[in-house]
T-cell receptor
């Protein structure tokens, strides 16, 4: 299993540009989520999904959109990038009830908005 | 949401046992306690999870008193490679629609191990 994969690893955007951060998992996990981590800070939840077709907002959802059309994929869209969105983005997935709350994280995408 | 409080940083030395305590006074009956480890430039990695008393795996032990208002992650005989940030999360075992319990990471505890 590849686990949780994220692309790209690094990205530089200009203010106002849009882009999609990709996240995929091959573990058939129901739950997927996106976090951002700023320097010296913990992770903050952006959006999460409890299954295909179901998404909900986390702590810091403004400026980001998500969709979950398949179990495997959970892309994060930045509609109009702002310098405040410069951060490292992590995608995570986890089992359903039987597996508890152990989350598996991807390697992250480092985004810089100039 | 059960809020957690951890020390911002801790120092120790190689070969010592390290205990990191997390306070969660508002823990709910069906909440579990989960700890993660994060190295620089990597995503967090699951360490251990428990509900009450003591849980032990090959990496760490988790001690939870009867009132469950706190928990202690114990790392036996630490090495330099244990230098990392450790996060304590509290939330229900099952996610349900509209619930983000257990998905909120605080700032964690930065553990520094010295030779």
């Amino acid at each position: 299993n590849a686990g949780v994969t994220q692309t790209p690893k690094f990205q530089v955007l200009k203010t106002g540009q849009s882009m999609t951060l990709q996240c995929a998992q091959d573990m058939n996990h129901e739950y997927m989520s996106w976090y951002r981590q700023d320097p010296g800070m913990g992770l903050r939840l952006i959006h999460y999904s409890v299954g295909a077709g179901i998404t909900d907002q986390g702590e810091v959802p403004n400026g980001y959109n998500v969709s979950r059309s398949t179990t495997e994929d959970f892309p994060l869209r930045l509609l109009s990038a702002a310098p405040s969105q410069t951060s490292v983005y992590f995608c995570a997935s986890s089992y359903s009830l039987a597996g508890g709350r152990e989350q598996y994280f991807g390697p992250g995408t480092r985004l810089t908005v100039t | 949401l059960a809020k957690t409080t951890q020390p911002i940083s801790m120092d120790s030395y190689e070969g010592q046992e390290v205990n990191i305590t997390c306070s969660h006074n508002n823990i709910a009956t069906n909440d579990y306690i989960t700890w993660y480890q994060q190295f620089p430039s990597q995503g967090p990695r699951f360490i251990i999870q428990g509900y009450k008393t003591k849980v032990t795996n090959e990496v760490a032990s988790l001690f939870i008193p009867a009132d469950r208002k706190s928990s202690t992650l114990s790392l036996p005989r630490v090495s330099l490679s244990d230098t990392a940030v450790y996060y304590c999360l509290v939330g229900a075992q099952q996610l349900s629609g509209g619930g983000a319990d257990g998905l909120t990471f605080g700032k964690g505890t930065h553990l520094i191990i010295q030779p």
